[in-house]
């Protein structure tokens, strides 16, 4: 089955791969969420970016993934690297990017992702310390 609309979204907004190759993980940031065009009139607080396989991350909405509640939680740790924004004003967002190996929890359709709704390390450390992509607040209870 192919990549729906919403899935073709969640990729041009999350997968980079092969990764595209940058002097360090701030410029890679800073790179990709201008490539991407993921700011529009503001700069957006944060993005991650999955460096891996778009085959690979599917395979956790079929079949290979762990359901929970609306979400589906990754059993593998992927590369990839978050983006979190530190300064300056649209069109010249500037972001920290951190390179990390970590767990995802997607919002799956049709058995393919369409939403990044958690990063984190090991299932032990998802309901406490949460690291929450998109619009929300960092989530740590």
């Known amino acids: 089955m192919p990549w729906s609309p919403a899935a073709k979204h969640f990729q041009k907004k999350h997968i980079d791969f092969p990764k595209t190759k940058a002097a360090n993980s701030s410029a890679y ?8 065009r993921l700011n529009s009139d503001n700069c957006k607080h944060r993005n991650t970016f999955i460096n891996d396989n778009p085959d690979v991350i599917a395979n956790v909405c079929q079949g290979d993934g762990t359901p929970y509640g609306n979400f589906t939680d990754s059993k593998l740790h992927f590369s990839m690297v978050d983006c979190n924004y530190t300064g300056g004003s649209y069109p010249k967002c500037k972001y ?4 990390e190996d970590l767990r995802i929890q997607v919002t799956c359709k049709n058995g393919y992702p369409v939403h990044l709704e958690e990063i984190w390390s090991s299932v032990l450390d998802i309901h406490s310390t949460v690291y929450t992509v998109g619009s929300k607040a960092n989530l740590k209870t």
Do not use: L, N, V
């Open 29 to 36: 940031c800073d790179f990709m969420m201008t490539s991407r």
């Open 96 to 99: 920290k990017g951190t390179a």
